[in-house]
């Protein structure tokens, strides 16, 4: 790990910190896959490898305000959604 001043026990802790909260986010995505239904996770399989092709051919996607709106992501960093729930 490159630090920008000498080593402190204060910068590992808030650094050990930092990776365990992105370790945590990756973990919540991964069980939400791991929950889906058995004819669910292929339609998920299919949408990353569609996502995963088009960065490659195309670059990251940056969606325009009107697709950002439409999908509710102008909210998503203050708001949490509710998961849809089943009848």
């Given at each position: 790990m490159?630090?920008?001043t000498p080593h402190r026990a204060?910068?590992?802790a808030l650094a050990s910190l930092e990776v365990a909260r992105r370790l945590r986010d990756r973990s919540l995505l991964g069980r939400r896959v791991v929950g889906l239904v058995a004819d669910e996770r292929p339609i998920?399989?299919?949408l990353l490898?569609?996502?995963?092709?088009?960065?490659a051919d195309y670059g990251p996607w940056a969606?325009?305000?009107?697709?950002?709106?439409?999908l509710g992501l102008s909210r998503a960093a203050t708001t949490p959604r509710e998961?849809?729930?089943r009848p």
């Open positions: 490159r630090r920008p204060l910068a590992d998920v399989e299919a490898d569609r996502i995963e092709g088009g960065r969606p325009s305000s009107s697709t950002k709106a439409l998961p849809h729930r």
